[in-house]
């Protein structure tokens, strides 16, 4: 198993482009969801999804959006890049059930808004 | 509002020197408490969940110890190896919240 890609890597947008970023996961999960990762701030939600069709906000779901059209992918789009997003963004997912099960993370996608 | 809050922000340990991170916590019916391992440029890495107070979990040099109002991960002799940072997190419904975490640097 791959677990949870991220693509790419590093980005970076000047203020007002547009972008996705891709999330994919091969472990069959119900639930994905986005962070962002801010220096002292640790990790915030932005969006996350339940299963294919069914998204929802998190803490911070301004400036993104998102959709779930497959188990296995969950992309993040940026509609018009501003600095404020600059940020590390992590993609993760976990089966869902009665009791809370184990997250898993992607490596991450950094980036920079000039 | 559900607020997680780690201390200390940083922390120095020479090899062999046992500490403990603290995680303090306030959420409207907790599902779970959980810690995480990360690595510089890496996403986290699950550690472990707790999911009431009194309960315990042990993993080589980790143990996570959790009460009504704060976690306590507690790292015994530790190696160069542990060094990472280590974040707490809480889940009330569907969301979880993050603590900004501990980076915690072990010398040789």
């Known amino acids: 198993n791959a677990g949870v890609t991220q693509t790419p890597k590093f980005q970076v947008l000047k203020t007002g482009q547009s972008m996705t970023l891709q999330c994919a996961q091969d472990?069959?999960?119900?639930?994905m969801s986005w962070y962002r990762q801010d220096p002292g701030m640790g990790l915030r939600l932005i969006h996350y999804?339940?299963?294919?069709?069914?998204?929802d906000q998190g803490e911070v779901p301004n400036g993104y959006n998102v959709s779930r059209s497959t188990t296995e992918d969950f992309p993040l789009r940026l509609l018009s890049a501003a600095p404020s997003q600059t940020s590390v963004y992590f993609c993760?997912?976990?089966?869902?059930?009665?009791?809370?099960?184990?997250?898993?993370f992607g490596p991450g996608t950094r980036l920079t808004v000039l | 509002e559900d607020q997680v809050t780690q201390s200390p922000e940083a922390l120095r340990l020479q090899e062999g020197e046992s500490s403990s991170l603290n995680c303090s916590y306030t959420?409207?019916?907790?599902?779970?408490l959980f810690w995480y391992r990360q690595d510089p440029g890496k996403g986290p890495e699950f550690l472990f969940t707790?999911?009431?107070a009194g309960e315990e979990k042990e993993k080589e040099r980790l143990k996570a110890t959790l009460t009504k109002k704060e976690s306590f991960l507690h790292i015994t002799a530790p190696k160069p190896e542990d060094s990472a940072t280590y974040l707490c997190?809480?889940?009330?419904?569907?969301?979880?919240?993050f603590g900004a975490g501990t980076r915690l640097t072990v010398k040789p």
């Open positions: 993760a997912s976990r089966k869902t059930g009665t009791t809370y099960n184990e997250q898993f």
């Open positions: 472990m069959n999960h119900e639930y």
């Open positions: 999804s339940v299963g294919a069709g069914i998204t």
């Open positions: 959420v409207s019916g907790l599902r779970g």
């Open positions: 707790l999911y009431s």
């Open positions: 997190a809480v889940q009330a419904y569907n969301d979880m919240r």
